[in-house]
């Protein structure tokens, strides 16, 4: 036993340490709490007076405790709210192996996270990835501030730091759905470890990093500032609070392990319903509560964007319900809680990307159409890629995020309700917006995801399958992973 925890320690250590090395570069500051200390000057100006250094700018004590409450409210999400949904959908015999996984996963990135994480994903370096201003956290301290979206406002960084914390985490929580039931618990950890360091922070990079509008005062500087950006915030992408970087990111990843990994022992011929609808249903609430966090919180403020993100949450994730209930009524002849329950998932992925960038009537039709969509997803997708997906994750999560992402070009616009891009030279929206420009962006937003997550996952699963074997023995998968893998059981008799 010492051998094999030895040998997994060493393994996800070695693996950290290549992915921390394999995007190292040279140190620069952080944009967002490390300003230029001044700038060139005219030589006749060279005898005038100092100009007086700008005041530092002090967190709004509202805007802080806000940030924090979303995120102890994505914790919820995940913890106990994801790990009771996909628990419930399991068989009994593998609950507590599910309950194991998002307990772990999310301990053991939040903690890659502090170490190298953080700074890979928000500091600035190239376009794709971050450098090592922030490893071990350096450099922070209670008085240090990050920017938000606002000019002249800022929040604590540590704030902002455990804020884009939990959403790695349940990014990678989400993925474990895909190949319930049958994976290895030391290759699910060790595929972690890989696929945090080598899709999640690259994506989170390209598609949220830049330095803040506080600098912004005119097209140059403007310019200037986009420059230092990810890469696809430099292209346009609207994704307010992770249509690519977490559903879309995670579901073609749980896509990819549920082929790699192979279907369930007796997948197609013999019962695997849910075990227990009392937990989906409180897991799916408990998600839905935690989403406000998830979306609202995203504006990194105590303002109207969050109001209209809250406002967006609650009204596209009731629809999703409502599309989800009566196409099910209809097609099927009865409305079942499950179908419910998911639809309820599908509505707030559909309107994550676009929370807080399109109206509420925008939301109620982002909403509906991920109810209706993902019916087709679980079921008609699903038989089309021949895959064992146990817990729909990439029926739900990538359909309705990419559904999402993709109608979020199109509600954005002022003439629909939407919010459209806003100028910082102007200090106000944009005057022009084209829903056929801004879709092609969105659309090469989701292409570049699938993609680029799709390969790191598969190559992340074949190492982890050389290392530990990614599938537990036969024998193991039919008495279930709770005795198997974990020495325990939900129920006793």
């Not at 506080?214 to 500032?225: G, Y």
């Not at 549920?258 to 937990?279: A, D, Q, T, W, Y």
């Not at 929370?355 to 009537?361: K, Y």
């Not at 969509?373 to 990538?398: E, Q, Y």
Request: aromatic residues 12%; glycine residues 10%; neutral net charge.
């Amino acid at each position: 036993m010492s051998n094999w925890l030895n040998k997994l320690l060493a393994t996800g250590l070695l693996a950290a340490v290549m992915g921390v090395a394999g995007f190292a570069s040279t140190s620069s500051a952080y944009a967002q709490d490390a300003k230029p200390a001044a700038t060139a000057t005219a030589p006749a100006a060279a005898t005038a007076a100092p100009a007086a250094a700008p005041a530092a700018i002090v967190p709004n004590k509202g805007d802080t405790a806000w940030m924090m409450v979303c995120t102890a409210l994505v914790l919820l999400m995940c913890l106990p709210g994801l790990a009771l949904f996909y628990g419930g959908l399991t068989r009994s015999k593998n609950v507590l192996s599910i309950l194991m996984q998002c307990l772990v996963v999310f301990s053991l990135i939040i903690v890659l996270w502090s170490i190298y994480g953080y700074s890979l994903a928000f500091t600035e370096g190239s376009a794709f990835i971050g450098k090592f201003d922030r490893l071990f956290l350096a450099g922070l301290n209670p008085e240090v501030v990050a920017a938000t979206f606002s000019k002249g406002v800022a929040i604590p960084e540590y704030v902002f730091m455990v804020f884009q914390g939990v959403f790695a985490t349940i990014t990678c929580c989400l993925i474990i759905g895909a190949f319930a039931e049958r994976a290895k618990f030391s290759a699910i950890l060790l595929f972690m470890v890989l696929w945090f360091t080598f899709a999640y922070l690259p994506i989170a990079h390209m598609v949220w990093f830049w330095p803040g509008p506080d600098d912004i005062k005119d097209a140059a500087s403007l310019e200037a500032m986009t420059a230092k950006a990810g890469w696809l915030f430099q292209k346009g992408v609207l994704d307010f609070a992770g249509g690519t970087v977490v559903h879309i990111n995670a579901a073609i990843a749980g896509l990819v392990g549920s082929f790699v990994i192979g279907k369930r022992l007796g997948f197609g011929k013999e019962s695997m319903k849910p075990h227990n609808m009392v937990h989906v249903m409180i897991g799916a609430a408990l998600l839905w509560f935690g989403w406000f966090g998830f979306n609202a919180g995203s504006a990194l403020e105590a303002n109207g964007t969050a109001a209209l993100a809250f406002a967006n949450t609650l009204l596209a994730t009731a629809a999703a319900v409502l599309a989800w209930t009566f196409a099910e009524w209809l097609l099927r002849g009865k409305p079942s809680l499950l179908g419910a329950a998911s639809g309820c998932v599908a509505g707030l992925v559909a309107v994550t990307p676009a929370a807080g960038f399109v109206g509420p009537m925008g939301a109620l039709a982002i909403g509906a159409a991920g109810g209706f969509i993902c019916i087709w997803g679980v079921s008609g997708l699903k038989k089309l890629l021949g895959s064992d997906d146990s817990l729909d994750v990439f029926g739900i999560h990538g359909v309705a995020g990419i559904l999402g992402a993709l109608l979020t070009a199109v509600f954005a616009a002022p003439k629909l309700g939407g919010t459209g891009i806003y100028d910082y030279v102007t200090n106000a929206a944009a005057a022009d917006y084209s829903i056929i420009d801004q879709f092609l962006i969105q659309g090469q937003s989701v292409l570049i995801t699938l993609v680029w997550s799709g390969v790191v996952s598969y190559i992340a699963f074949k190492i982890a399958d050389l290392v530990f074997g990614l599938r537990v023995p036969e024998d193991q998968e039919r008495e279930g992973l709770d005795i198997t893998s974990h020495g325990e059981s939900a129920y006793e008799s």
